[in-house]
């Protein structure tokens, strides 16, 4: 992975507004489970039941997903952040 600083720069960009977008996602889904668990709380023994419940559903299922592709999108950005810190080290010569 020999990247320049700008190209990690521009992906990490890239990274962020797909960060961003999915995290849009993820509320409207988080306001769709709020109203599952209200309608059917009653229904289950526990909130724990509750939300196996909302999870074996089709937006529980897509909730699940993004929350998983969110964390992925953070550990690239994690790892672009040490990568642009090593290079700007190197750059100064403290390497």
Known sequence: ??????QLAEERIGMAEEYSRYSGQ???????QAQF??????????DTATQ?????TDQGV???IIK???KAIEKQLSASNTMLRLLENQAKNLY
Request: hydrophobic content about 40%; cysteine-free.
């Open 1 to 6: 992975m020999n990247k320049l600083p700008l």
């Open 52 to 56: 196996r419940a909302y999870e074996l």
């Open 37 to 46: 668990f209200k309608d059917n709380r009653e229904k289950h023994k526990s």
């Open 68 to 70: 998983m592709k969110l």
């Open 62 to 64: 897509r909730m699940t």
């Open 26 to 32: 993820f509320a409207e889904l988080v306001k769709i």
